[in-house]
């Protein structure tokens, strides 16, 4: 059950979602709602009970000691998945950010509870962000795959249907359900190189936050993040340069990468760069 402590009102709300787990290589997708929290400012309305839909065995609570008023005071935290929303003035939209744990059990009752929320927010869409390891070298752009299903989020966010097959996570059970209740529902996915899959990976996450900006058409605030994202790719120039066997694969996928990219995807990239740089110029 969702624990709801209120029903705000809010302008044309999209929803975006991210999930810890099988969804998340790096944390790049939750990273990136994190990264949103911190950003924008946020209220939190409403929490899963972590009884109905996690596994304690598999995600255990933590206990913390939290400092009150000088008496250090022992706080039990629960896996869970929270709901928050977000009032963005500049913009013509508001913004419902999902982040939690993919739940251990009752999926489908899971994604039902938290349409049912978003229908009560009434929410116009979802978009969900997810990242998976792959063969892609850190020295170039992290890859940015956008992907829906049904003709109605086909002609909204301009992406092609998915065709992939195989396992799924909550992320995918979350794009089903909103495919049948016929709420357009995109998503985006983060390509991270899997010979550095430990987290964090800040240039997934500003990767995934750059192509959010040009699907819904948001200017973000970035922070610290191409600083954080730059800083990783030279620890892993680093170690390529310390260990000759990964230096020589990092080599192979680049020239692989470099032979596989189209002059006019590159274009359309540079393209997306300059619009971005654009709107951040006219928010200034």
């Given at each position: 059950m969702i624990e709801v402590s209120t029903i705000?009102?809010?302008?044309?709300?999209i929803m975006l979602a991210a999930f810890e787990g099988w969804n998340d290589a790096g944390d790049?997708?939750?990273?990136?709602?994190?990264?949103?929290?911190?950003?924008?400012?946020?209220?939190?309305?409403?929490?899963?009970d972590p009884e109905d839909y996690y596994d304690f065995q598999v995600n255990r609570p933590v206990v913390q000691l939290n400092e009150i008023r000088g008496v250090k005071e022992r706080e039990m935290k629960w896996p869970t998945t929270r709901i928050s929303i977000a009032r963005l003035p500049h913009?013509?939209?508001?913004?419902?950010?999902?982040?939690?744990?993919?739940?251990?059990?009752?999926?489908?009752?899971?994604?039902?509870?938290?349409?049912?929320?978003?229908h009560d927010l009434e929410v116009?869409?979802?978009?969900?962000l997810g990242a998976l390891l792959a063969d892609s070298p850190h020295t170039r752009p992290i890859p940015i795959?956008?992907?829906?299903?049904?003709?109605?989020?086909?002609?909204?966010?301009?992406l092609e249907a998915s065709t992939y097959e195989g396992p799924t996570g909550i992320v995918g059970v979350l794009q089903d359900v909103c495919l049948k209740a016929e709420i357009p529902a995109a998503s985006l996915w983060a390509a991270v190189?899997?010979?550095?899959?430990?987290?964090?990976?800040?240039?997934?996450?500003?990767?995934?936050?750059?192509?959010?900006?040009?699907?819904l058409d948001l200017t973000i605030e970035?922070?610290?993040?191409?600083?954080?994202?730059?800083?990783?790719?030279?620890?892993?120039?680093?170690?390529?340069?310390?260990?000759?066997?990964?230096?020589?694969?990092?080599r192979?996928?680049?020239?692989?990468?470099?032979?596989?990219?189209?002059?006019?995807?590159?274009?359309?990239?540079?393209?997306?760069?300059?619009?971005?740089?654009?709107?951040r110029r006219d928010e200034n």
């Open positions: 705000p009102q809010l302008r044309s709300p790049a997708a939750t990273g990136a709602i994190e990264h949103l929290l911190e950003v924008w400012e946020c209220e939190e309305i409403a929490a899963y913009e013509s939209r508001d913004v419902v950010l999902v982040r939690g744990i993919e739940p251990s059990m009752r999926w489908r009752a899971f994604c039902k509870e938290l349409l049912a929320l978003a116009t869409e979802v978009v969900t795959t956008g992907s829906t299903s049904g003709q109605i989020s086909m002609n909204r966010f301009g190189p899997h010979y550095v899959s430990q987290p964090p990976c800040p240039k997934a996450t500003l990767a995934l936050i750059n192509r959010l900006e040009d699907l970035l922070g610290d993040l191409p600083e954080e994202a730059k800083a990783w790719e030279l620890g892993v120039d680093e170690l390529a340069r310390e260990d000759g066997e990964v230096g020589d694969y990092v192979n996928l680049e020239q692989a990468k470099d032979a596989s990219d189209l002059p006019e995807a590159s274009g359309d990239a540079i393209a997306r760069d300059f619009e971005r740089y654009l709107r």
